[in-house]
């Protein structure tokens, strides 16, 4: 396998798992778990959930701009040379790391300090919000996606 495959490889891994694990929580596991536990102990799951869940996402975070990066050096020229698809997907990619830092720096710590006071109804509220950011981050991916595999050669 030459560098460059091995970068769209894990590049593809990262944008996946990312996008794959928001969707199973966003039309799954949400649905499920508000269908059968109490409030309390839903907002508990989702506060005990959330830590592991943005260490994977923290990891194609970092993962996706460094392979990019790299598949933009060894196939372009850089940024400014790369197909129109590439800059659109790089755009998308940047609007969903800013909705992903805003639960993390201002969601989640309003959901634990929630939980530790057991402010259930501030908590449900938090929750709320992190799941329509997470739904608007499912839709940004899901775009992502969708320019990737079709590769908008409408778009230059």
């Known amino acids: 396998m030459t560098p460059s495959t091995w970068l769209y490889t894990i590049h593809v891994l990262a944008a996946v798992l990312w996008v794959g694990s928001l969707f199973f929580a966003w039309v799954i596991l949400h649905p499920v778990v508000a269908a059968t536990l109490d409030t309390p102990t839903r907002i508990r799951f989702w506060n005990a959930l959330f830590p592991r869940f943005f260490r994977w996402v923290w990891g194609a975070v970092i993962t996706l701009p460094v392979t990019g990066i790299g598949i933009l050096h060894l196939n372009f020229n850089g940024f400014e040379t790369a197909p129109r698809y590439i800059q659109i997907m790089m755009g998308l990619y940047l609007a969903m790391v800013a909705l992903f830092l805003k639960i993390h720096a201002i969601q989640l710590p309003q959901l634990r300090r929630s ?32 320019v990737a595999s079709a590769r908008l050669n409408a778009f230059g």
């Open 115 to 146: 939980v530790s006071g057991q402010d259930w109804l501030a908590a449900a509220q938090v929750l709320k919000q992190i799941r329509t950011l997470a739904g608007f981050n499912l839709l940004l991916g899901i775009s992502v996606v969708i």
